[in-house]
């Protein structure tokens, strides 16, 4: 039967989600189960893409992905896959109604990775981040709102504005193995390499604009899914002091990271602050 392989399929996405992610697993473990399962498929999704361009070097990275892609669009217009992580995949888009430009965007921007390694204008930059981050969140807003397009509309920008926020807190936390190890410089006009702590101010302020353009969005999202988000702010915003408290020269040196014990921390302020109505 179908449904036993569909059943397979979903639970591949969320077992990709768990062990690859502890802290957007985790946020995922606070949306209502209505929506879940469909955030896993989002996130098995786009975590296959990224993992061809960043992590397979031994193979060829370009085949690789041009077969995903030409799968993916397959399993969208059949759909069915014999990828799980697709046919999960397919299985939101058709029920949500995610239109191809938001998965295409995004696949171009992963493409990207496959040769560019350096953001020279801010158009380019803006462009990838719209295609790497702004889109997922895109994504998980249609599943958020079940569809409705008025809510969609209204929460768009905001669900924008977190994509950016989480994807440039990504590109500071792991500046050290995309600039040594994938020879990437993703913020324009920015000597990684000497990195110094005007640029890493500038930076800082561009994500906390968008932190807080993304925290007007949280707090008129669905009940479902409120404090799921809210969850991931937290932890970003959490992630984001410690970078802005570590000096420039040490980010350079090592992925910065938040414990486990804080991780449990920030859950339950962030509880207290869900049930008391103060997001």
């Known amino acids: ?11 591949c996405s969320r077992l990709v989600t768990n062990r690859y992610s502890t802290s957007f697993s985790l946020a995922t473990k606070m949306l209502a189960p ?9 996130y098995g999704f786009v975590r296959l893409a990224d993992e061809i361009v960043d992590t397979f070097h031994d193979y060829d990275k370009e085949e690789l992905f041009n077969n995903f ?28 109604g995610i239109e191809k430009d938001l ?5 171009n921007s992963m493409r990207l990775d496959l040769y560019k390694t350096e953001y020279r204008s801010m158009e380019e930059y803006r462009c990838y981040i719209y295609g790497s981050a702004d889109v997922v969140g895109l994504m998980c807003l249609k599943v958020f709102v079940k569809g409705d397009r008025k809510r969609y509309e209204e929460l768009k920008d905001s669900a924008m504005s977190l994509g950016s926020a989480f994807q440039k807190v990504n590109f500071l936390r792991d500046l050290k193995a995309d600039y040594d190890d994938l020879s990437r410089s993703y913020f324009p006009n920015v000597d990684l ?18 932190f807080h353009n993304g925290l007007k969005g949280i707090a008129h999202l669905p009940v479902e899914a409120k404090f799921g988000v809210y969850t991931a702010y937290i932890y970003y915003k959490k992630l984001l002091q410690k970078l802005k408290r570590i000096p420039s020269l040490e980010i ?6 938040v414990p486990n014990y804080e991780k ?11 049930r008391l109505n103060l997001i």
Do not use: W
């Open 34 to 42: 209505s929506i879940r399962q469909d955030i896993y498929n989002i």
């Open 264 to 274: 449990a921390g920030l859950l339950a302020r962030s509880y207290i602050s869900y």
């Open 193 to 210: 390499s000497q990195l110094n702590e005007i640029n890493k101010e500038q930076i800082i302020r561009e994500i906390e604009e968008d």
């Open 252 to 257: 350079r040196k090592r992925r910065i990271r």
């Open 69 to 96: 892609e030409k799968d993916l669009y397959k399993a969208v217009k059949d759909r069915i896959s014999l990828n799980p992580i697709l046919n999960s995949f397919q299985e939101t888009v058709h029920r949500y």
């Open 103 to 107: 998965y295409e965007a995004f696949m």
């Open 1 to 11: 039967m179908k449904a036993i392989f569909d059943n397979v399929s979903r639970s």
